[in-house]
């Protein structure tokens, strides 16, 4: 019989699915429940039939019963599924592979919400959800920061007092099934072993994350303790002096609550220029908006001075690997990314980085002595094979 694996990610407002056929990738089933939590939440499943479906789901745990409604309506069955993948955003230092869920794992990942107070108590609802309506199959957690967990303490390490290091307070990364799902393709791509390739992963979107890459094993990540440290991000501020806010407090007199709000929801692109999608943020530039082309330069240019520091770290590089929903659709922002860097050998095609595609691609010139490619990412594909693995494993 086919394997089958349903895999579930439940963001902080938003809860994303595929039902995906391991035999060849097929996908099966895929949906969306956005807006939780507001008045006008909508479903979109796409099945066997085609839902689409507004209403107001006030909770997680509402939106995973409409999902499991949309299924039961509009196919296809989810009997006799293989497996469920769940995505955890924060697996702490104690994860750093899937792992089979228990109610022991349950409680792991409620201890770890507090470093991902948006995300962890989200993803624990899909998982006991979806483990009371199939309690047949094994349900896997497969972690946002477990590819990270590779990095050396070099990396990892914050220059804190050690009584917090033992605490936890260290950097983690996020979107780690994206850069491993990229990484090896882009190795791919460039016809070469994952093992003897060395990679910087640019997951651009409206969060963001650098990391780099050796022989397919992460060194380092731009992302931290939490997704807030790194590169310039939608609402998020990304890389800033820790002393602000301590500065804002005795200034502002805001609560840490408010300024932890602030640099998460009202920072980055939005706090710069008043708008976090991208595409908004290039109109704005093309209308002659100053703030807008200003946030452009901020954002790109983070990207650029991570990009020279992850080749520093690796000694040698053989690819960079733009991916996510900027990353694999802005021309623009990919240029001005690598601009100037062609003493690095990094040189881009503009005619190839113009092309729009959906499929993996070189966009650096012949000439380019790293190879710059456009790889969209399959963030479900990566989870959906890492849960098989765990399943397989343990029926055997």
């Not at 902080?12 to 008045?39: F, P, Q």
């Not at 990095?151 to 290091?165: D, G, I, K, Q």
């Not at 009202?266 to 530039?285: F, I, T």
């Amino acid at each position: 019989m086919t394997a089958r694996v349903l895999v579930l990610n439940c963001g902080s407002s938003s809860i994303k699915y595929r039902l995906l056929d391991m035999g060849d990738g097929e996908v099966l089933a895929s949906g969306l429940v956005e807006r939780i939590g507001e008045e006008s939440s909508l479903l979109v499943h796409r099945g066997t039939s085609r839902i689409e479906r507004p209403g107001s789901c006030a909770t997680h745990a509402e939106g995973m019963r409409a999902v499991l409604d949309a299924f039961a309506e509009a196919g296809p069955s989810l009997e006799g599924i293989t497996a469920v993948g769940h995505r955890v955003v924060h697996g702490g230092s104690r994860y750093s592979t899937p792992v089979l869920i228990d109610d022991g794992v349950e409680q792991a990942i409620e201890e770890l919400s507090p470093l991902a107070p948006l995300h962890n108590p989200a993803n624990l609802t899909g998982i006991r959800v979806a483990r009371e309506a199939f309690p047949g199959p094994p349900h896997v957690a497969v972690f946002d920061t477990a590819f990270h967990q590779t990095m050396p303490p070099a990396s990892y390490l914050y220059a804190v007092p050690r009584e917090w290091t033992d605490e936890g307070v260290r950097r983690y990364g996020f979107h780690g099934t994206s850069h491993a799902y990229v990484s090896r393709a882009a190795a791919g791509l460039a016809g070469r072993s994952l093992a003897e390739t060395n990679t910087i992963v640019l997951h651009l979107g409206n969060g963001a994350s650098a990391s780099a890459v050796r022989g397919g094993v992460c060194v380092d990540t731009s992302m931290g303790l939490t997704p807030l440290e790194g590169l310039v991000m939608g609402t998020r501020s990304g890389d800033l002096d820790p002393a602000l806010i301590p500065y804002l407090v005795r200034t502002r007199k805001m609560s840490v609550d408010e300024i932890d709000d602030a640099l998460n929801t009202r920072s980055g692109l939005l706090g710069l220029c008043g708008a976090n999608d991208m595409r908004e943020v290039w109109r704005r530039v093309d209308a002659g908006d100053a703030d807008a082309a200003e946030a452009v330069e901020v954002a790109t240019q983070r990207v650029k001075k991570y990009v020279g520091a992850y080749y520093a770290l690796l000694g040698r590089l053989d690819c960079i690997a733009f991916t996510a929903g900027v990353g694999e659709n802005d021309h623009r922002t990919r240029a001005l990314s690598l601009a100037g860097l062609h003493p690095l050998g990094i040189e881009l095609d503009p005619a190839a980085n113009a092309v729009r595609s959906a499929e993996p691609r070189t966009i650096s010139t012949p000439g380019s002595a790293v190879r710059v490619m456009v790889v969209p990412t399959n963030e479900e594909l990566e989870i959906a094979g890492q849960t098989l693995a765990v399943a397989l494993g343990q029926r055997t």
